[in-house]
């Protein structure tokens, strides 16, 4: 049985207070500007899938690692708020891709911008514990 000292507790619970102070942060500031977290999370998603500009719900569902359907009802609601739409693919018509419209985007870039700045004022706090040393317990 492998035994962890008190020392490596200390690490995994440090690093997971500094995520959810992250998150805390990052939930706070999307309810400031008027959309809800996983809204924030659906748009940074759309914007930073790798290779384009658009996502599936499928797609968009694994990144925030959620139900389908919970996918298809956040999609709706941001259609509602004007954030994105929904465009049928011209690569196959049975696909749907999720864009960005204007108001989205100049949203997801403020927040983005304030979440940047956030980060960097956590360089040297925000520390990965050493795995290494877990892998020898």
Known sequence: MDLLSKHDFELLADFRYQVRKF????????????????????LLHVKG???????????????????????????????????VERRRSQADKRQIEIHLLDKGTAI?????RLHRAEL???????????????AQA
């Open 49 to 83: 899938y790798p290779g384009r500009d658009w996502a599936t719900v499928g797609e968009l569902a694994e990144r925030l690692q959620a139900q389908h359907h919970g996918v298809v009802a956040l999609v709706t609601r941001c259609v509602k708020q004007e954030l």
């Open 108 to 112: 997801l870039t403020e927040l983005a």
């Open 23 to 42: 998150v805390r942060f990052s939930e706070e500031l999307a309810r400031q500007h008027g959309i809800t977290p996983l809204q924030y999370l659906l």
């Open 120 to 134: 960097l004022s956590l360089q040297g706090r925000f520390v990965v514990p050493d795995l290494r040393a877990f």
